[in-house]
Structures are given as C-alpha cells and as structure tokens.
C-alpha cells in the first residue's frame, strides 16, 4: 500500500510538472548536456581549481555529450546533494543523473525516473575511527552515525541494526562533505554509506590512516545514470553510451588504439566503431558515436583506473566491477 501510494505521489507531480519526450532535441538546441553529479566526490565527481570536472560518473556524461555532439566537453555540470537530485531531473533542470545513485525499485518505478544502467557496482560499509577500537561492524553497538539525508544508507542503517538487535544513534547532514566533516570533528563515531563513498571521504580526513574501512558490506549498491522516464530516445542515448565503453574494453578498444582498430580491426570491433554496418540507424547518432565516445573518454576500465582504480589517489580493485570473464560482474548486451 505504501509503494502505490508512493507510486501516485510520482505520477501525480510529474504530470503537474508536464513532462515531456524531446530532450534530444532540447539538448541539440541548447548546444550541451545538463548532467546532474554529486556536490564533490573523490573519483566521482569532483572539480579541480580550475573548474575542471572529472570522476567516474562525470565521463558518462562525458560520454552521452561525445555521443550527441561529437565534443566530451558540451556538458555543464550542476553539483546536487542527494536530497536535492531527484527533484532537479524530474523538473527538468537537468537532462542526465549521473550521480553515483542506487539502483531502486522505488526510484525506479514511483518517481518517473528511469535507470539507464550500472556504472559501478557497490555495497554499503562502515568507515570508523580506528581510536574506536573495533574490528567489525557487529560491534557498533550504541555506535553514533553520521548519514547523508535522502540516501539509501539511511535505510539499511536501520535494518541492519534491526536484524542484529542493536541500537545506534545518528546525525543527519545535507552534503555528503559535512558527513566527512562531522566524522573528523568527532560529532560522531562512524559513517556508513557506500564502500567507495568511504574510500572517498578518507582521503579527504585531516588523518586518513587514523581511519579504517570495515569489512562488512551489508547491501547491494547498483549505481547508475539515471533519466526521466517517457523519452525512449534519450534513453536509448543514456544506456548505450554507457554500454559502448564497456563494451569497448570487452573488445580490446582503448583511445590509444581506436584510430588503428577503427581502419583494420576485425569486425566486432570495426561495427562498434562505425566503420562496418550501420549501427547508428535507430539510434539517432552519427555512425561514428561510439568511436567518439572511446577516442575522447576512454573504455570501462581506462575511466576506472583513472579515476577510482590504480592510477587514481583511491587505490580502489575491479572486484566485482571487473568484466564478467575476468572475475566480475561488469557486462554489456552484445551491440549487434
């Protein structure tokens, strides 16, 4: 009963908002990618001093906006918090969510939003202060939280404490750098939100090696880029930018060799990237879309290790995020 009433709510406020397809055309028109992305996130998304942004989430974007436009950088980025991004895309302000954002039945189906796919595989942790003196997260007993509103970490902090009997108390912050802020000041003993999330907030600690990652992981955390639900073409744009890039380190295309490939690679390779076939005939792109996508962004696992992975501050493994014949999950529908 809850989740129809919830479902209501959803369809209700987006009719009264008027939501409508088109938004291929109102990118066109506007000469660049509105993308929705976290309000700074190590290896997400995060902006340098010089206004630069990059991370994970912010190369699809990068990607759609190669895809559309044949140029990575036609995108402007709008910092949201979490309470904040959902509302921002239902109404328009964006075109794209790529905001390091789980993958929900409830998102997904009462809000009029769409997830276009899985960018990163992750699971809920607890990062504590190693002066805690404990080892495992079924000692947190009475442990203080602090916890990002409107996150999903909310939710599984109660049930795994529910589950196991245990009590905890907890501080709720708007931006997830005040949720750092209140583990270094002490306002609390422990946050918990996504294992890369933490990984993240340590880096950013006055003492990251004071600190240390539990090793429980008490959820799943799809993560993905997310659009409005009632425009199939941009959805279509959404999913298979991203796909193309897994797809692309599937095949053994990197921007370093999708010039060479493109010419005389065999013929998986040569229809991903436009030069055999005609991929582009429903897709509303150029036949070189994909190709603009590896040449300008990079595959999966060139985003990954740049951002996240071993060229990255994070030091972060593939683990399940690795391609599904190298010990993970990762895996992308043929592009035929």
């Not at 206004?51 to 974007?61: A, K, P, Q, R, T």
Request: charged share 20%; hydrophobic share 40%.
């Amino acid at each position: 009963m809850k989740l129809l009433k919830t479902i209501i709510v959803g369809v209700l406020f987006l009719a009264a908002l008027g939501v409508k397809a088109g938004t291929l055309e109102d990118v066109r028109e506007r000469g660049f990618v509105s993308c929705g992305v976290s309000d700074g996130l190590t290896g997400f998304s995060q902006k340098n001093d010089k206004g630069v942004w990059s991370g994970l989430d912010v190369d699809v974007c990068r990607a759609v906006a190669a895809a559309v436009f044949s140029d990575a950088d036609k995108v402007a980025y709008k910092p949201l918090t979490a309470k904040e991004r959902f509302v921002a895309l239902q109404s328009n302000e964006v075109d794209l969510l790529s905001r390091n954002t789980t993958w929900t039945l409830t998102r997904d189906v009462a809000m009029g939003l769409k997830f276009a796919g899985i960018n990163y595989y992750d699971g809920q942790g607890f990062l504590v202060s190693q002066e805690l003196g404990v080892s495992s997260a079924f000692e947190l007993d009475g442990a203080s939280f602090c916890v990002q509103a409107g996150s999903t970490s909310e939710v599984g902090i109660e049930i795994f404490f529910n589950n196991n009997n245990m009590t905890y108390k907890r501080r709720i912050f708007d931006k997830s750098s005040d949720v750092r802020d209140g583990l270094d000041k002490g306002m609390c003993d422990v946050i918990s939100s996504d294992q890369s999330q933490l990984y993240s907030f340590r880096t950013g600690l006055m003492n990251p090696e004071s600190f240390v990652v539990l090793p429980e992981v008490i959820s799943k955390e799809p993560l993905g880029p997310v659009v409005r639900q009632g425009d199939d073409t941009w959805f279509n744009i959404v999913r298979w930018s991203l796909v193309a890039m897994i797809e692309a380190e599937f095949l053994g295309i990197t921007s370093l060799n999708v010039d060479i490939l493109r010419k005389s690679g065999e013929l998986g390779q040569k229809r991903l990237l436009g030069s055999e076939g005609e991929l582009s005939t429903n897709s509303s792109l150029s036949a070189d879309w994909a190709y603009n996508i590896i040449k300008q962004v990079g595959n999966y696992s060139e985003s990954f290790e740049r951002n996240v992975g071993s060229e990255s501050t994070l030091k972060i493994a593939r683990g399940l995020n690795a391609q599904w014949n190298a010990g993970g999950i990762l895996y992308s529908p043929p592009i035929l």
